[in-house]
């Protein structure tokens, strides 16, 4: 008598994995929006930061421009 044998396809990522990865994103969501928001605050002093990320965002974009006169900026 010839055995068969039945191969079933498994999932690339198993279903543990899957429920795990579900529960932690919101947590990790939220502890991103928080470490965004705490550098964007620290560094907001930084000129480089300021020109090159905090000018670019629409909504707040023209709270940091600088609109001081060439004559009264000290270098």
Do not use: C
Request: hydrophobic share 45%.
């Amino acid at each position: 008598m010839v055995r068969v044998l039945k191969i079933q396809p498994q999932g690339a990522v198993p279903a543990s994995a899957v429920h795990t990865l579900k529960r932690w994103v919101p947590s990790l969501g939220m502890w991103g929006v928080g470490a965004g928001t705490a550098v964007a605050l620290l560094m907001s002093a930084t000129p480089l930061f300021k020109n090159d990320v905090l000018i670019k965002i629409p909504v707040i974009g023209t709270y940091y421009e600088d609109h001081t006169p060439a004559s009264d900026k000290p270098f």
